[in-house]
């Protein structure tokens, strides 16, 4: 488009914007006033485009677009205000006296701003209804500013209120609608394991298998990917993942602890120990059965293990020769006492171990010959504590005892316990607790008899343990649990070889929730019928193999070869062939006993039935006398039947002889 402004000629190319129009218009004035300045429109060639351009009012270009924006914010804000009464219930009403004009000089301003960037031919619109309705309720609610576009409503305020009672409400948070169970075996799930990532599971029982779950291969089946015997013939005690998740440690009932990869190969196998010395800290390894173990929460290199031998040892991952640190258990008279479990505080600072004559004994991880904190009568005497667990603020500390009791502690005033749960019937010496991931809740569970019940998990609250809820998990005991703080999602481990998965959709994710959506794959027949293709290009046309276009084709021609498929031979009917006996029987035995032995033809007596063919064989010998022909004497019989006869005659009748 060309301006002719004067006597300059301004050649623009597309729409030009007012400002440039005003600064042209202002440089043309200047250009006229000057004398000096020649025919720019001939210097530069314009002079040859042909027809003039037109002119413009720019005053009143611009004092119509001010009109115009002024017409459509008046009545984009009757609208709104329209909107504002219908809707008195949610928002103070508007005043129709102040907002307009306060809302029109806004939008003079704004105009007045905006013109100069407006095209000539297209007016710019308004301000957006929805940020003059963030201003004005931004004047009547109190508080820091919303950001743009977000709206204060009452239903937001309600949403807020109930995300704050579900907050003070920690049971409303426990993930219980769904369930998954995963067929570990037949015997108890004594151990339990998640990585960091919540990725794989990692069950261990009392059948000596270690199982690896993963819920992202799984399908519907929940079928484990890989199973092993890490101890051999030895019970699974304890299983963790490290703070990495790249090493699993195995506890198991022999003397030296395991740590696996994730795959389940062999990294390290701690050192055993000498049975012969008396003090177990000149030893290098335990010697005896192991209790439990665990992984520091922040070296990933250091793990503990303690073990019937009366200590409790910490390992290193790089060094397998030798344990790093000896920590000794001591009674009130000094003398050595078993630890049953062990646990490192969540700073790994101190290092926890219940003891068989139910005391609890922590040291510093720095300082292994003195407590820092013990408590003598924290559980029963003989009874082994199965379980001790902090809380994730460090503070309160909970024992799962033998004597049936669930405990607290503040390790701050380790005397005597903040509360007690009794009446938690534990069978099993590894039933543990744990705590919920927001601190709230404390969780374990109870062990029941066959046939007498249910085994629950129970939630207590974690300031007064009061039970707030329960979950019925199956008719048999509950004895392994565990909640994951990043899948939120809890895992429990039974007596009777099942490890079960409780999640919510909207509360959990991932985990188990990635295997349930997948249907079962269908399980690949072995192809017995089918052989290999082998490929020869320079063998003789005579001896090549057709080429195979299909397998399917080609296991139905190869079913219908009686070679390839080995198709059994048909019975025989009528009188046998070839060695086989006919259909009446398939071996010899029963072809004599049908065809001989039951042969009711002859109905005489054997004894005849034999002695009628003795006149031919008499006659012409063929079976017993041609064999003894030549070494057989002539027999002579003695002629009796004469002097039989005689002396018949002179006995009486009775005494004849009766042949």
């Not at 459509?72 to 508007?94: F, G, N, W, Y």
């Not at 100069?116 to 500013?145: A, F, N, R, T, W």
């Not at 009188?575 to 009446?584: I, K, L, W």
Request: charged share 30%.
């Amino acid at each position: 488009m060309d301006f002719y402004l004067g006597e300059t000629f301004i050649l623009t190319f597309g729409v030009p914007e007012v400002s440039d129009v005003i600064a042209m218009a202002d440089h043309s004035s200047d250009a006229g006033d000057s004398s000096n300045d020649g025919d720019i429109s001939s210097v530069m060639g314009f002079s040859g485009f042909g027809k003039k351009a037109r002119t413009f009012d720019l005053e009143a270009m611009f004092e119509q677009t001010r009109r115009t924006a002024i017409e459509r914010s008046q009545r984009a804000l009757e609208e709104r205000q329209k909107q504002e009464i219908e809707e008195s219930s949610v928002s103070r009403p508007v005043s129709h006296t102040e907002k307009p004009s306060t809302s029109m000089s806004r939008k003079q301003e704004a105009d007045s701003s905006s013109s100069s960037d407006s095209d000539s031919d297209v007016i710019g619109p308004p301000l957006p209804p929805q940020k003059e309705e963030d201003e004005d309720d931004d004047e009547d609610v109190v508080g820091p500013p919303l950001p743009p576009g977000y709206k204060r409503s009452t239903a937001d305020s309600d949403d807020d209120d109930d995300d704050d009672d579900d907050d003070d409400n920690p049971v409303k948070k426990i993930p219980d609608t769904h369930e998954i169970t995963l067929q570990h075996g037949t015997k108890t799930v004594s151990a339990l394991a998640l990585d960091p990532s919540g990725a794989r599971l990692v069950t261990g029982s009392f059948d000596y298998d270690v199982k690896f779950w993963d819920f992202a291969g799984m399908d519907g089946a929940l079928h484990a990917f890989r199973s092993l015997q890490p101890c051999e013939c030895h019970q699974i005690r304890a299983l963790q993942y490290s703070v990495t998740g790249d090493v699993i440690l195995v506890v198991a009932g022999n003397s030296q602890a395991k740590v696996l990869d994730r795959d389940g190969f062999q990294v390290l196998e701690c050192v055993k120990g000498d049975q012969y010395i008396v003090d177990m800290a000149n030893t290098k390894g335990h010697t005896a059965m192991l209790n439990d173990g665990c992984w520091h929460p922040k070296i990933k290199e250091e793990f503990l293990t303690c073990s019937n031998d009366g200590t409790v040892r910490t390992w290193d991952l790089t060094s397998e020769k030798k344990h790093k640190s000896v920590f000794k258990p001591r009674s009130l008279q000094g003398k050595k006492v078993t630890p049953t479990c062990c646990t490192y505080s969540r700073d790994g600072k101190l290092i926890a171990a219940g003891c068989q004559d139910g005391t609890i004994q922590i040291w510093d991880r720095n300082l292994s010959v003195h407590t820092k904190f013990h408590c003598r009568q924290a559980h029963a005497p003989g009874s082994d504590t199965s379980c001790l667990a902090f809380s994730y603020d460090g503070v309160t500390l909970a024992s799962r005892g033998g004597d049936d009791t669930l405990k607290t502690w503040d390790i701050r005033s380790f005397r005597k316990p903040l509360n007690v749960v009794s009446g938690l019937t534990s069978f099993f010496p590894m039933t543990d607790c744990c705590f919920s991931p927001d601190d709230k809740l404390l969780v374990t569970g109870t062990s029941v008899r066959k046939d007498e019940g249910n085994g629950k998990l129970l939630f207590f609250e974690r300031q007064s343990l009061q039970k707030v809820y329960e979950i019925e998990v199956a008719d048999t005991s509950v004895v392994r649990c565990l909640w994951h703080p990043k899948l939120n999602q809890i895992m429990v481990g039974t007596g009777n070889g099942l490890a079960k998965v409780y999640y919510d959709p909207v509360k959990s994710q991932r985990g188990a929730m990635l295997c349930v959506v997948k249907s079962k794959r269908k399980e690949k027949h072995a192809e017995t019928l089918t052989q290999d293709y082998i490929i020869t290009p320079h063998a003789l046309p005579m001896f090549r193999e057709a080429r195979q276009r299909s397998t399917r084709k080609q296991l139905e021609k190869d079913r219908l070869d009686p070679l390839k498929s080995h198709k059994p031979e048909p019975p025989v009917s009528g009188p046998g062939r070839g060695g086989r006996v006919a259909a009446h029987g398939g071996t010899l035995s029963s072809f004599i006993v049908k065809n001989i032995a039951l042969d009711k033809t002859d109905d005489s007596n054997p004894r005849e039935a034999i002695l009628r063919h003795a006149k031919e064989a008499a006659e012409n010998p063929y079976w017993v006398a041609p064999a003894y022909k030549k070494t057989q004497p002539e027999p002579l019989f003695a002629e009796e039947e004469d002097e039989e006869e005689e002396g018949d005659k002179d006995q009486p009748e009775w005494k004849k002889r009766k042949i």
